[in-house]
Structure formats: C-alpha cells, structure tokens
C-alpha cells in the first residue's frame, strides 16, 4: 500500500514538474521574442532603409550638425566633448535617403559615449573616392580613450559593450551591410571605429561654400586659446581654408602677454568657456578696447558669458557650420571697420546658432 502511494506521489511529482517546465519555457521564449521584435522593431525604426524614391537632394551637414548638437548634451552628462569634423572645403549638396546617414552617424557615436566619460570624441569625414556621380567617404567616430577589453574579432569587442550600445552597433552593422561595407574598431590608447558609404552628388551642383566670403581674409590677425588640442587643430584648419592663418595656445598666460604686447595687434581671439572659467577679462578689458579685438567664446558647456558690455564678444557653439564661424569673422570685420566701440553682443542675430 505504501508502494502505491510512493508511486501516485511520484507521478503526481512528475506531472506537476513537466507543468512547470512548460510553462517557464512558454514564458522565456516569449520574453526573448518580445525583446528580440523590440529590438527589431527598434532597428528598424532606427536605420529607416534605403528607399531610392525617398532620395532627394539634402545638405548633409546641416543634417548632421543639428545631430551633433543633441549628441553634445547627451555628452554633457559624462563630461565627453563631441567635435564635429567635416572639411569647409567638402561638397555638401547630395541626393541621399538623410536618415540612413544619421542614424549611421548616431549609432557610432553612441558607442562610444555609452562607455566612455571625461574624453573628446570626434566625428570625423574623410574623402576617400572621388567620382562625377559620386563620393565616397569614410565616416569615423573616435575618442583619445579606449574602453575596450577585447579588439581581436567583432565577438569578443561585444564583451566590452552595455546592452544599449550592442543594439547601436547591430544598427551600424545593418546599415554598414546595406551600403556594402562593414563596421572597423582600431583601438590602442586611441578608439577608432569607421565604415565607409558612398553619396550620390545631387543634379544640380552647387557650391554652398562659396557663398562665404570674407573681406581682406589675409589681413586678419587671429589668435585661439583652448586647451583642447583637437579643437584647435580643426578650428585652424577651417580658418586656414578661409585665407586665415591663427596662432594657437593652450595657455592663457601666452594669450594675455599678445593682447598687452604693444607690437601684436590680434583682430580676433577665440577662446574656449573652459578657459574662461578661470580668467578676468576686465585685468585686461583696456588693452582688448584700444586694440578694438573680438573676443570669440568657444562654447562647450555653455556656461560662461563675458559680463562686460563694452568688449565686442560673438559666441561660437561647438559644433559649428562653416557659415556660422563666417558670419562671426565677417562680424568682426565689420566691428573694426567701424573703429571699434561698437559693445558687446553681435551684429547679427543668429552667430549663436
């Protein structure tokens, strides 16, 4: 009698821990298909696939500098600087599908600033193919940091991401693949990851930059104080393309002693709001006005505003548009030209863009 009752409890056991079993694997299986078609439904809202009837002729870098400013205040919180990139002297004009491009551009960069805090973090163009119909670019995203653990293969580099910043890279692998191309990471002290795509020049060509001029480029005196190596290397350039030639510094100590030497007379100044946190413009406020210099902020965190209404002062976002840094030296230009005195604030209204 006892045997029988071993045996009903056993089978009642038994019965019972088959129940169980389906029921959590009904239960799994479903909560990884509803995380699975979340994040399907995520990439593909995400990448938005290429469609070639939704092409149409867009300046990219309009596009991608109003992202760039949303990806710099997702960088604020983890004190990453986001600069963007993209030579002055580059075509703008392409017959494109934009969301592709900038949700390729924001999967990268996410990457990175997903997992790393306190660096710069570069978005970088560079023309690698030159055609009549097309250009080909690669498009890379770097940082002076490396948060990998793993670089040898694509499996073990997964190993060193979050979840949130695995799904970013499923996105740029997918949007990689559609363009024939692939995701590259080059680590070492420095972060590299890159892909290239290639663009389509629009029908009708036209040359955005050369809307920009400015009056007697050679003339100018400029002088950039940051302490941010990248930055300035980019800025200089930018101003280089334009006619300028600008002497660097990351000390503040070498910028004041130019603005008080008797002998140089920098037209403009452009100096970081990271600088200026720890520096008293009114020490030298008369040596600023006798010389009518523009005081250009680079704003990073923007925080810092020059409180003395008697300094010309423009501010420059970072990122910017080469039109924007333009309007703010052709700004200055006209600042000087009128013999200075002008105060503070802008001639135009929009050089904060």
Known sequence: ???IIYIIIGIIGYVITLWLIFKYSKWA??????????????????????????TKNVDILRHIYLLTLSLNEDGRRTNNCIILDYPNNYPRIFNIYAPMLISLIDSL????LLNIKNSTVIIKFLLINYHETHIKFNISVWSDK???????????????????????????????????????????????????????????????NKQFLIKNPHKMQVLIADENKYAVELLSLYLKNLGIIAKPTSDWNSAKRHIEDLIFKPNIIFISDNLLQDID???IAIHILQKSICIVIIQRKGLKQIQNNAIFTQYLTQPFLPEILVKILNNCNKYQNSGGGGGGGSLDSDTKS
């Open 109 to 112: 960069t996410q990457i990175i």
């Open 1 to 3: 009698m006892d045997l």
């Open 281 to 283: 413009l009114n020490e």
């Open 146 to 208: 490396n948060f990998l653990r793993h670089e040898n293969s694509i499996n073990k580099i997964y190993t060193s991401l979050n979840q949130k910043s695995r799904t970013y890279l499923n996105i740029a692998q997918k949007i990689a693949f559609e363009n024939d191309s692939y995701i590259r990471f080059e680590s070492g002290k420095e972060l590299k990851i890159s892909t290239d795509i290639r663009l389509d020049i629009a029908d009708q060509k036209r040359n955005i």
């Open 29 to 54: 299986n479903k909560n990884f298909t509803d995380k699975r078609m979340k994040v399907n439904k995520h990439i593909k809202l995400t990448t938005l696939k290429y469609d070639p009837s939704k």
